[in-house]
Every structure is written in C-alpha cells, then in structure tokens.
C-alpha cells in the first residue's frame, strides 16, 4: 500500500510540475516563417504550404481549405487523404461514422506505425480503444489544413510509435469579425448532420477573439435499417494576440455510439461467424448475434493551452501543455453454451470465487475503456544567423488506460445485464511515461538555393502493467504487476535540397525511427520480456517542380523495416500453448510517387497521383502447433506484407466559376492480400466520388447560400474495405459503402 500511494504522489507531483511549465512558458509566440524553418509549422502556415511541400527536404503533400469545402461539409478528416500519392484510407462510409472499419495506411506502415497531431498535440494512438481516431479531435468545417510526410516525419514530431510517415491537422483561427456558419446534410440511409460556428471576432477592442462550433450526426448503418450511428461534437477556441505574442486555448468533447457492422468472407458474402441479425428468433444460440447486443461508444475530452512568444528578436518557443479523458464501452454477446464453457474453463483452472447457474438466454460482455493522459510539447526556434536556424526541443507524456471486460449473466426477467459477474477476460491497468527530446540545425548557402538539415530525436517510454492481463490468467489466478523500458538515445535524421532552376528542386532525406513496443505485447498469454522494439531506416529522394500553370513532384523511397512484431502460438516454460509477441526478422519496402496538378485557368484545376510500393518479409519463422506439439515454419519469407495495394492512383478534376462548382474524383485501390503467406488475395477496385454545387452571391434571395449535392461510390462498386488480416489464416472483411447521396444547404453569416 505504502509503494502504491508514493507512486500516487509522485504522478501528481508530475502533473504539478508539467501543468506549471507550461503555464509559466505560455505568454510567448514563434511566428510563421521561424516556425516553419524549424519544422514545425504553425497554423498560419498551413494555407500557404503548396501541395508539393517547396520547403522541405523530404516528400511532402497537403491539402488545402480549397480541397476541403469541395467534399461534403463535415467529411472524416483522414477520408481529406484519400486522393494523397501512397496513402491508403479505408472508411466505413465518406463520415467514418463506424470507427473499427476506419483504417489509413502510408507506405506500407499501418495506422499504428504513423505520428499524428493535432494543433501540435500527439495522439497517442489511432486505435479506437487505447487511443483515438482524428475525427474525435477536429471538424472537417475547422480545418485550417493537413499535412502529411509519407516517408518520415521531422525529427520534432512527437510521438513514440512513428516508424513512417507523419500527419499533421491543423485547425483554423477565429475570424477576426463577427460572423458564423451554419449547415444541414440529409443523405442515403437516413443520415442526418447539422452543423453550427459561431465567432465572436475581437470581444473587445484589442481583446481576445473566439469561436465555439458543434455537430449532431445520425444515420443507420447501410447492412440494418434500425442498426443506428450517431455522433455528437463540441468545438471551441479562443485566442488573445498582442504584438507578435499570441496564447491560445482550444478544447473539444466527443460523443459517439454506434453499431456493428458484419464480417464478410473473400467473396463477400456474410461470413457464418459474424452474421449480425436485425430481429430476435427466441433461440439464444442464434439471437447472440441480435445487433442490439454488438454496440460501442466513446467519450473524449481534450483541453490544450498554446503559448507562442518571442524571448528574443532572434529567439522564440512554442510551448502546449495538454490534457484528455475518454471513457468508452463495448457490449457483445455470449450464447449460453459458451458462457457455460467459459465458466467451466474457470473452475478447472482452480477458480473457487465465482458462480453460474445457467438460465438459457445470452451472457453479456460489457467492456469499459477508461483512459487520462496529460503532456507538454515544446519547441524552440533560434536564428542564429541569416543562414543558420537551430531548433530543438522536447515531449513528455503520462498516460494512464484501463480497460477491462468482465463476463455477466444476464436476467431472466427482462435480459438486461446484471451485476453478476462469471469471469473476465481481462483486467488491465497500463501506465506509460514518454519523453522525446530533439535537436535540428537548418543550414542554407548559395543564396538559400542549397538547404542542409542534419538533427537527431531521442525517445524513451516506460510502461507499467499490472492486473489480470487475459483469460488464460485469470482462469489460473495470476496477477502481473512488472516494468517495461524502451529507449533510442540516438535516432538521426539528415536532408538536403537544392533549386536546380528557379522552379526546380531536388531533394533527399535519412531518417531512422524507432518505436516502443507495443502495449499489447505486455498482456499476451506468455509474454516475452526480451521483445525488441521495431525499427526503421526511411531514405527519400526525389525532385518537385512549380510552373504559373502546373506543378508536380516523383518520389522514390526505401525502407528497411527491423525486428518486425508479430503475436504467435509458442509455449513457456510449462509447456503451457498460448499467444506471445515476439520479434520474427525484418522488411524491405521501395516504392515510387509521382503527383501532379495542373490550372489551365482560373477556373479549372486537375490532379493526379499514381503510387507503386512493394513490401516484402525478408524472414521465415516458427510457430508452435499444440496438437502435434512441433515447431511449425511460417514460409513469409518474399512474401508481400498484407492489406497494402503495390499500385494505386487518383484523378481529380474540379471546376469553380462565379456561382457554380464541381469536382470529381477517381480512387483506384490495387489487390491487397489479407494474409502474410500471400494465399488469399482482394480484387482491385475503382471509386468515383464527386460534388456539384451552387454559391450565392452577397446579395439576393440566396445570399450567402451554399448548396451542394456529394455523390460517392457513384457507379455503386462491390469491394472489401478493411480487412481483419492473418499471419496464415483467412482474412475477414468488411464491406464496402453502397452508393451514397448527400444533399447539404449551408449559410453565412
């Protein structure tokens, strides 16, 4: 008890300590142009970065506020991505409303091998449980931009598992004038979003200015007519500027709820393991799979407080301290015989504490997602000349996540979940500290022709697991409670870029990453305490172009992907078969992007994209087989990695004149194979997605009128989108979205 509560005291004494840096560093600003030299942009910059990314040294690419108000208002933030040279998104629909369908990769890195901020603030995963996706953190409508480094992020990104590339959103100001907007979208499916902003412009004469914005989403999932999705999103900043200085505050609260969607086999029929039912039998060895039985929901809080100021002409600092709760459930159902077997699994393992009386109707599992994290980012920009500019700075991170999921019998009565637990199949307590800390220098010659930039990151994370970690531990009675340290002192990261011509530019970046291992690996049935941490070594070159009328980059990259970690069947010291994590060798990735646009006139603007990327497993390695207690090899070695398509491209034409507009976009996904022994193959697919729409003038009956018809998935393609992939079984999928419709009316004020 005397440890528990000294580490108690010392977690507050953290927050005190973390909470009064920031607040004593938070009257200070870094304006734009020192900001970007350092590699970290700050908001203002983002509607100036070209799609090209001109400035940097390492591929680059952004969407702009002008992409983003052709798609239909409220669009999924990662689903803005779509369209980017080697990235892959998967939506459960244009909204992501179903987040466990939702999944982006970027070169062959998943979505939990990326780093992603918001506004400077690191997310600490895109998994919907331990972390969260962007779309509980920022609207499509306050959007300033995002930008996305495929390859590899600057080394002052924060983040401890970006072993590719990088994503930066940036939300927008409050405008400096009263004013606001409103907007209300019905679609297929009865989807139903309505949006509102409010700014408050100055609130008083060289005081602060504000906005606060909310959305209410609902619609039904497009496989079950009453199987319902809803999303509720509250957003609000307010930012106080003087002279060069600014201190900014922005805090959002999301709510959503959805149901499950089904499993699908390779040819896309419903999969016999996952069938969900839209009405009940009175069997309860089929209606465990009723949908109102599979529901989850999530509830995330984050508050940041961003200080940019000046110490000196030539010195300057941006510091953001933060903070976010979330809270979150999952219910599925258990039919009777397997609560029956599960309780049955207890009692023979030596569980003496609990008690089941069968009563013929379902068993529930009610699993909560309780997490709390706090942090603060800071980064400091020095010129120390007219051609050198050195820039450095740090990360630290506390988190605490504790999920767990209990197994409850239900009443007879009215088949609501009781307070009567059968068993668990976990209960997890985690507690991660993180620091990252960097250093760059930006160096230019030949009249800033020639940019050098050489720096390095440092990465350490701490994580404590206590608890009853799976089923196989709770059965027997064990409790872990052990400590897990990961550190990279040294992770360095060198560019250079040249203009060749006015126009022309050629570039090149090293960049090798590291990340700890995953929570996961500490919960596995035998867990693996020499586990090594991936690695990777990114290497980028290319050359971008910009004319009056059309601009352009091609990208060839390589990665060497190290120590790959992958759960497998093995057994302890027992004897005892189970799961652990565990290191199974390395990767190979190379690849080439080719991105162009192209502005004939003021009116019309065309993009294209077309990506190749080949990722092979370069080991073999075994596994162990229970029922004929061998060592069996998992031939992976040449094999492409799963769920990344070697080819895929898009084309985007958009029109804009006085009053109308329209765009249209092409996405062409290439075959992904759902397993690593490379058996089991998706088809290829092609999505046509587009918008037309109508703009009033300032004066008139429709006077600051939008209104917009977004089609996607017009010529209504079957496909498979996510995939639940496999080392050596089949995959299960999910389908993709039918053709959608969405009619929006938009106002400003």
């Known amino acids: 008890m005397k440890e528990s509560t000294s580490a108690f005291l010392k977690q507050r004494q953290k927050l005190k300590l973390v909470t009064a840096i920031g607040l004593a560093l ?9 900001a970007d030299a350092a590699g970290v942009p700050d908001d203002s910059d983002i509607e100036q970065i070209s799609v090209i990314g001109a400035k940097t040294t390492r591929t680059t690419a952004a969407i702009t506020n002008e992409y983003i108000e052709a798609q239909a208002p409220g669009i999924a933030p990662q689903n803005l991505l779509k369209d ?47 972390g969260g996706t962007i779309m509980r953190y920022v609207l499509s409508e306050n ?19 970006a072993l590719g590339g990088a994503i930066r959103y940036f939300s927008s100001d409050p405008e400096d004038e009263v004013g606001g907007k409103a907007s209300f979208t019905v679609g297929s499916y009865n989807f139903q979003r309505s949006f509102i902003r409010v700014d408050t412009g100055e609130l008083w004469d060289g005081g602060p200015t504000a906005y606060i914005s909310g959305a209410r989403l609902r619609s039904n999932t497009f496989e079950i007519d009453n199987a319902t999705l809803s999303n509720d999103h509250v957003e609000a900043k307010i930012k106080q500027s003087w002279d060069d200085n600014s201190l900014t505050f922005r805090m959002t609260w999301d709510n959503r709820d959805d149901h499950d969607y089904m499993e699908y086999d390779l040819d896309g029929n419903p999969a016999a393991w996952w069938t969900i039912l839209d009405g009940l039998t009175g069997d309860p060895e089929i209606d465990w799979m009723y949908y109102e039985y599979w529901r989850n929901g999530r509830r995330t809080w984050l508050y940041n407080l961003e200080g940019n100021f000046w110490l000196t002409e030539n010195f300057n600092l941006k510091v953001t301290p933060y903070y976010e709760k979330k809270h979150g459930y999952a219910w599925f159902s258990v039919t009777p015989a397997n609560a029956q077997s599960l309780y049955d699994s207890a009692i023979a393992g030596g569980r003496t504490d609990i008690e089941y ?29 007219a051609t050198n500019t050195l820039a450095f700075g740090g990360w630290y991170e506390d988190y605490d996540y504790d999920p767990n999921l209990p197994l409850q019998n239900s009443s007879l009565v009215d088949g609501t979940i009781t307070n009567e637990i059968i068993g668990w199949s976990y209960d997890r307590h985690f507690s991660t500290q993180t620091a990252n800390f960097y250093i760059k220098d930006t160096m230019r010659f030949l009249n800033d022709d020639l940019t050098v930039e050489v720096g390095a990151k440092a990465l350490t994370v701490d994580r404590h697991f206590e608890g009853i970690a799976n089923l196989t531990d709770y059965n027997s009675n064990t409790y872990r409670d052990f400590d897990v340290k990961n550190e990279d002192l040294f992770q360095p990261q060198a560019g250079v870029s040249y203009f060749v011509t006015p126009d022309t530019q050629v570039f090149a970046n090293y960049a090798e ?8 690996a500490l919960v596995s049935t035998v867990f693996n305490p020499d586990i090594s941490p991936e690695q990777s070594t990114n290497i980028d070159i290319g050359v971008r172009t910009s004319g009056e009328k059309w601009s352009g980059y091609l990208a060839l990259y390589s990665i060497d992907y190290q120590d790959r970690i992958v759960s497998i069947a093995s057994r302890n010291i027992q004897t005892i078969s189970g799961s652990a994590y565990t290191n199974v060798g390395d990767m190979e990735t190379y690849g080439a992007e080719l991105s162009g646009e192209y502005r004939p006139d003021n009116q019309w603007k065309f993009t294209a994209s077309l990506s190749y990327n080949s990722s092979k497993y370069k080991n073999d390695y075994f596994t162990y087989d229970a029922d004929t207690d061998t060592d069996v090899l998992i031939p992976v070695e040449g094999k492409y990695i799963f769920d990344q398509p070697k080819v895929s491209g898009s084309l985007v034409a958009a029109w804009k004149g006085d009053n109308y507009f329209f765009n ?38 429709f006077a600051n009128m939008r209104f917009q018809l977004a089609f996607y998935n017009l010529l209504d393609e079957d496909y498979l989108s996510a995939i639940s992939t496999s080392e050596t079984d089949s995959g299960s ?14 106002y400003t004020f």
Do not use: C
Request: aromatic share 8%; glycine share 12%; charged share 15%.
């Open 357 to 385: 009386e069968p009563n013929g109707i379902m068993a529930q599992r009610n699993g909560q997602r309780p997490g709390e994290r706090y942090g603060t980012t800071v980064n400091a920009v020095w010129d120390i000349s």
């Open 733 to 746: 999928y999910k389908m993709g979205t039918p053709r959608t419709l969405y009619a929006s009316v938009e």
């Open 84 to 130: 980017l040279p080697g990235v892959t998104v998967q939506t459960s629909d244009p909204y992501g409303m179903y987040e466990l369908i939702n999944t982006i990769s970027i070169r062959g890195f998943n979505a939990g091998q990326l780093g992603v901020t918001v506004d400077g603030v690191p997310l600490e995963s895109v998994n919907n449980s331990e």
């Open 26 to 34: 938070t009257a200070m600003q870094s304006n734009a142009e020192e």
């Open 513 to 520: 990453n590291y990340a700890g291992a995953p929570s996961a």
């Open 143 to 161: 959007l300033a931009g995002v930008e996305v480094s495929p390859g590899s992020g600057d080394v002052s990104q924060p983040t401890q598992h």
């Open 664 to 701: 249209m976009d092409v996405k062409y996904t290439g075959s992904r194979w759902a397993n690593a022994i490379n058996t089991e193959e998706t088809d290829a697919y092609t999505l046509v997605n587009g918008s037309v729409g109508w703009v009033g003038d300032d004066t008139g009956r």
